[in-house]
């Protein structure tokens, strides 16, 4: 069974920096798509970075670039996003998603099948 649980959450001042971590169990895929997407309070669910850990090809919301980078350990099978100049608009819930390599919208919500729990970010001004 996929398990993905995350960490690194917290709360920094704007302009801060934090890192996010993501550590995968269970999976049967050789090479997969990766993402982090978030969810502020009364939002949808919304994509931020994204990574196909076979290929290395990167994607990013245009809210986080140039500020946010994601990357990916296979060794350890974790998965990472780097975070900084974080503004308070960064606030929200932060998700690990999983799935297969024939994602096509890495981005997209519906795309994914396995997620994890979630964890906090919180900005302030």
């Known amino acids: 069974q996929v398990q993905l649980v995350e960490s690194g959450g917290g709360s920094v001042r704007a302009g801060g920096s934090l890192r996010l971590s993501c550590a995968a169990s269970?999976?049967?895929?050789?090479?997969?798509?990766m993402g982090w997407f978030r969810q502020a309070p009364g939002k949808e669910r919304e994509g931020v970075a994204a990574?196909?850990?076979?290929?290395?090809?990167?994607y990013y919301a245009d809210s986080v670039k140039g500020r946010f980078t994601i990357s990916h350990d296979n060794a350890k099978n974790a998965l990472y996003l780097q975070m900084h100049s974080l503004k308070p608009e960064d606030t929200a819930m932060y998700y690990c998603?999983?799935?297969?390599?024939?994602?096509?919208?890495?981005?997209?919500?519906?795309?994914?099948?396995?997620w994890g729990q979630g964890t906090q970010v919180t900005v302030s001004s």
């Open positions: 998603a999983a799935d297969g390599d024939r994602v096509e919208s890495p981005l997209a919500r519906y795309e994914y099948n396995f």
């Open positions: 269970g999976y049967a895929y050789d090479s997969s798509c």
């Open positions: 990574i196909y850990t076979g290929a290395g090809s990167t």
